[in-house]
């Protein structure tokens, strides 16, 4: 299975904000449920104004046990 273009160039996007020091991490509500999520966005200004994109939030539980690799049976 071949990584799509677009998650491609996001993870480029965060490659670069890490490297220019420009990553935060914030609490968000989870728009479905209302929880918190702990979301990894990148920060950029527009007019003085701070613009935050979101590009995933952190596991809450044990992501050795939530995820696998594609293609494994295991």
């Given at each position: 299975?071949?990584i799509?273009?677009h998650?491609?160039?996001?993870?480029?996007?965060?490659?670069?904000?890490?490297?220019?020091?420009?990553?935060?991490?914030?609490?968000?509500?989870?728009?479905?449920?209302?929880?918190?999520?702990?979301?990894?966005?990148?920060?950029?200004?527009?007019?003085?104004?701070?613009?935050?994109?979101?590009?995933?939030?952190?596991?809450?539980?044990?992501?050795?046990?939530?995820?696998?690799?594609?293609?494994?049976?295991?």
């Amino acid at each position: 299975m071949s990584i799509p273009d677009h998650a491609r160039a996001n993870f480029q996007t965060l490659l670069r904000a890490a490297a220019d020091g420009t990553l935060a991490l914030m609490e968000c509500a989870d728009v479905a449920t209302g929880e918190a999520r702990y979301v990894i966005c990148a920060v950029g200004r527009d007019d003085g104004d701070y613009v935050f994109t979101p590009f995933g939030h952190l596991a809450e539980r044990n992501p050795f046990e939530a995820y696998r690799l594609a293609g494994s049976s295991t």
